[in-house]
Every structure is written in C-alpha cells, then in structure tokens.
C-alpha cells in the first residue's frame, strides 16, 4: 500500500510516496500560484518516479503548507510544524531541533527523545530569516541565489549587515555596492545576517543537539557555514533531502492515520 505527502509551499511543491517501512518517490517543483495545479504537477512526478498508474493507487494523501486547504483531492491536512517535525526525525532519530526555513517563514522546533514536540518558535509576519530575503539579496547583487551563496563561501572577511528587515537590508547593500564593498564580502555578511536571526530565534525555544535544518535553504552551503559558527558545531545530516521533511511528514502521518483506522480490517 502507498501512501502519499503534499508540502505546498510558497516557493515550491514537494510530494513523497511511502509503502509501510520507506521511502518510494519523491518530486520537487517550483510552485505555480495555483496551489491546486502545483499539486497536481508534483503528485504526478512522483507517481511516475514510484512506477504507478495514478492516484487510486494511493490509499490516502495529505497536504501540508501554506496551500495544504486549496486542493480538491488532499484528503487532510497537517500543520507544517507537525509534518517537518515528525519527517526529520524520522529521517535522523537523534534530532532534538529542526530549524525549517522556506520561502515566507522560519521555524525552530525542539523535540524530545520520542520525536514530539515540546516548544517551537515561528517567524512568518516579515521576511527576515526566509527565503525572501536572500531573494531580495540576490536582487540587490544583481545575483542568482547559486551565485549568492558560491560568493560568500569565497569570502573570509564578511560585511555585517544591520538590518533584518529585507527592505532596509537591501538598501544597505545597495550603499554597501556604492561605497565600493567586495560583493564576496557582502554576500558573507548577508548569510551572516540571516543565521544571526535565526540563532536568536534558537535560543529562545533552547538549542539542543543535534540540530538540523530543512527547506529549501538547506541546499544553501553558505548559510550552513554560517549557522555552524554561530552554534559552534557542526550541523547534523540527514537520510534524505531535507527540502522533503515536510512532504515525508505527512506521508507518514497519513499513513498512521490509515493504519490505525484499518487496522480491524486487516489492510494494515
């Protein structure tokens, strides 16, 4: 039996398929605007990845993200906390904090030994800490957000960066630019700024080891680097892509839950 997990992001769609014991198939894609569409593009990429004829061959699909409720075929829908939650763990039983950043919010999230959720913290009112920012930063540079991060890996003496606010932070990188600042400098600063941000978010719910991050921004080896300096440790892998936590969560969830209402019948 499959089982099939929709994260709809602002950025991106991910969808993971599961049997009962792993992982099948996995797709990601940037979103459409149309969370309906996304999820139906991205459902289908990993259908065909996974070798299947369709979506009646899944038993039940759950949505998570900001577009989990505009989807006709989600069946239920799980907050993105609870879905990053459980698919990091999964993916590395020894997290104790998951640090999420998409493409509007950051999240930390502290876990206990059995995986569950005792504290969170949750930035989604600016862009500060988000994928939006490097966005607005890669604008100001006139860069790519590969070519954002390569720059400031090539740097060994950043910029600081005052601002969080990604509007007063671009126009300090823009007076940065005219003032004649290494444009590998800046990049460091800025990656240097965000992990600044989201160290302080950290602390607040408390960091535990090991940590973790997810999302998109995972990818990012310059934000990793930076993250790693401000914790004073490395941190920890994961099993799988960590832009999948979410989707794989909520494979998994629904899985669960199918399981548990089945299991009388003997399909579980």
């Known amino acids: 039996m499959y089982y099939c997990g929709c994260d709809l992001g602002s950025a991106t769609g991910k969808a993971v398929i599961v049997d009962d014991e792993k992982i099948i198939s996995w797709a990601v894609m940037n979103s459409k605007g149309n969370p309906e569409k996304t999820a139906q593009t991205v459902l289908e990429k990993a259908i065909a990845k996974a070798g299947l004829d369709s979506r009646e061959a899944l038993s039940t699909i759950v949505g998570t993200g900001y577009g989990r409720e505009g989807v006709s075929f989600i069946q239920s829908n799980i907050s993105e906390i609870t879905c990053h939650a459980h698919g990091a763990f999964w993916m590395n039983a020894n997290v104790r904090?998951?640090?999420?950043?998409?493409?509007?919010?950051?999240?930390?999230?502290?876990?206990?030994?059995?995986?569950?959720?005792?504290?969170?913290?949750?930035?989604?009112?600016?862009?500060?800490?988000?994928?939006?920012?490097?966005?607005?930063?890669?604008?100001?540079?006139?860069?790519?957000?590969?070519?954002?991060?390569?720059?400031?890996?090539?740097?060994?003496?950043?910029?600081?960066?005052?601002?969080?606010?990604?509007?007063?932070?671009?126009?300090?990188?823009?007076?940065?630019?005219?003032?004649?600042?290494?444009?590998?400098?800046?990049?460091?600063?800025?990656?240097?700024?965000?992990?600044?941000?989201?160290?302080?978010?950290?602390?607040?719910?408390?960091?535990?080891?090991?940590?973790?991050?997810?999302?998109?921004?995972?990818?990012?080896?310059?934000?990793?680097?930076?993250?790693?300096?401000?914790?004073?440790?490395?941190?920890?892998?994961?099993?799988?892509?960590?832009q999948i936590a979410g989707a794989l969560g909520a494979a998994l969830l629904g899985r669960d839950a199918y399981c548990n209402n089945h299991v009388k019948t003997g399909e579980c």
């Open 97 to 242: 904090t998951v640090i999420d950043i998409g493409g509007q919010d950051c999240k930390v999230i502290s876990l206990n030994n059995q995986g569950k959720i005792f504290d969170f913290m949750m930035n989604d009112k600016c862009a500060a800490g988000t994928g939006r920012f490097f966005e607005a930063m890669g604008r100001a540079l006139d860069c790519s957000l590969e070519e954002l991060s390569k720059f400031a890996l090539e740097s060994d003496n950043p910029v600081a960066i005052s601002k969080q606010c990604s509007v007063f932070a671009e126009s300090e990188v823009v007076t940065l630019i005219n003032k004649g600042a290494d444009i590998h400098d800046i990049a460091a600063g800025i990656h240097d700024s965000i992990a600044r941000r989201i160290f302080s978010m950290a602390n607040k719910t408390g960091i535990k080891a090991e940590v973790v991050l997810t999302g998109g921004c995972a990818q990012n080896q310059a934000l990793i680097r930076s993250l790693e300096k401000r914790l004073n440790f490395k941190l920890a892998p994961l099993s799988e892509n960590p």
